[in-house]
């Protein structure tokens, strides 16, 4: 599997942003899928996951009520919708998929096959 994280860009604290990530090469729809993100001289960190069927959705609690998180899996998409941006949000944003389940779901070692991220800038 391939993934291709876009959507990235400039934005004014408050505004809005959608992300995707686009798998390739393999279907993913029988995986879980999961967004992080890395700011500056910062770890990578978990910031939202869907589940195979889109039917269970987590967030981190810096962005919960602000961002959701979809998947279209005939489309092999998932988006990531980012609303009342901060600029704490700024961070190169990636994509992965879930491939192991012996530890937490907001852990980066239990995810696979990174697709290169998209920046975001939010600007105050």
């Known amino acids: 599997v391939q993934l291709q994280a876009s959507g990235g860009g400039l934005v004014q604290a408050g505004g809005s942003l959608r992300l995707s990530c686009e798998a390739s090469?393999?279907?993913?729809?029988?995986?879980?899928v999961g967004w992080f993100r890395q700011a500056p001289g910062k770890e990578r960190e978990f910031v939202a996951a869907?589940?195979?069927?889109?039917?269970?959705?987590y967030y981190a609690d810096s962005v919960k009520g602000r961002f959701t998180i979809s998947r279209d899996n005939a489309e092999n998409t998932v988006y990531l919708q980012m609303n009342s941006l901060k600029p704490e949000d700024t961070a190169v944003y990636s994509c992965?998929?879930?491939?192991?389940?012996?530890?937490?779901?907001?852990?980066?070692?239990?995810?696979?096959?990174w697709g290169q991220g998209t920046l975001v800038t939010v600007s105050s």
């Open positions: 992965a998929v879930r491939l192991g389940y012996s530890g937490a779901r907001t852990d980066t070692n239990q995810y696979g096959y």
């Open positions: 090469g393999r279907t993913f729809s029988n995986y879980d």
């Open positions: 869907i589940r195979w069927s889109g039917g269970s959705r």
